[in-house]
């Protein structure tokens, strides 16, 4: 194991700013900037630290489906996650269509698995308004070991031929 600094304790708070920074990009940043290019190997709590501080930070996911009223002829469930490999906490969705003229109404939902949608549960409602939604500043979480789709209410317009989604969420640690 590799001997550690004289001053690792004195970047202990550094790492903790970092961790309490993860909604802010620039400041976490900046927080991560001040700790990496020290060897912090064999300290427990900076091990501890660092891991709550990568499970915290924000992923995104960016898709576009296709034809959604073709897809919906097949069937309405448009399958995110087939199994999640660790719980998330959804902060925000951003869905763009290819027109403003025609909405797309459905639900978040999230069930055992996704061939029987045994114990399914509605986290959100999922409805366009002008081509368009919106969601931000959310806290959805979903447990670990669960499917998450999208439910659609009706068959979308003709019209609607691509359908943009956004998504950025936090793996949530230990649950």
Same mark, same amino acid.
């Given at each position: 194991?590799?001997?550690?600094?004289?001053?690792?304790?004195?970047?202990? /708070?550094?790492?903790?700013?970092?961790?309490?920074?993860?909604?802010? /990009?620039?400041?976490?940043?900046?927080?991560?900037?001040?700790?990496?290019?020290?060897?912090?190997?064999?300290? @427990?709590?900076?091990?501890?630290?660092?891991?709550?501080?990568?499970?915290?930070?924000?992923?995104?996911?960016?898709?576009? @489906?296709?034809? *959604?009223?073709?897809?919906?002829?097949?069937?309405?469930?448009?399958?995110?996650?087939?199994?999640?490999?660790?719980?998330?906490?959804?902060?925000?969705?951003?869905?763009?269509?290819?027109?403003?003229?025609?909405?797309?109404?459905?639900?978040?939902?999230?069930?055992?698995?996704?061939?029987?949608?045994?114990?399914?549960? @509605? @986290?959100?409602?999922?409805?366009?308004?002008?081509?368009?939604?919106?969601?931000?500043?959310?806290?959805?979480?979903?447990?670990?070991?669960?499917?998450?789709?999208?439910?659609?209410?009706?068959? *979308?317009?003709?019209?609607?031929?691509?359908?943009?989604?956004?998504?950025?969420?936090?793996?949530?640690?230990?649950?």
């Amino acid at each position: 194991m590799s001997e550690l600094p004289s001053n690792i304790n004195l970047h202990i /708070p550094e790492l903790r700013q970092a961790v309490q920074a993860v909604q802010d /990009p620039k400041r976490f940043a900046e927080a991560v900037k001040q700790f990496m290019n020290a060897s912090y190997l064999g300290n @427990v709590e900076f091990d501890r630290l660092w891991k709550l501080l990568r499970w915290k930070a924000n992923r995104r996911m960016r898709y576009t @489906v296709l034809s *959604p009223g073709l897809v919906f002829d097949v069937s309405n469930l448009i399958c995110i996650w087939s199994l999640t490999d660790y719980a998330v906490n959804i902060t925000s969705v951003e869905v763009t269509l290819n027109t403003a003229a025609f909405e797309i109404a459905g639900d978040l939902m999230y069930a055992d698995d996704f061939i029987t949608r045994a114990n399914a549960v @509605v @986290v959100q409602a999922f409805d366009t308004t002008s081509g368009k939604l919106s969601l931000t500043g959310l806290s959805l979480r979903i447990p670990k070991s669960k499917s998450v789709y999208l439910s659609l209410d009706s068959k *979308p317009d003709a019209s609607i031929t691509q359908m943009a989604f956004d998504w950025r969420y936090q793996q949530l640690e230990g649950e």
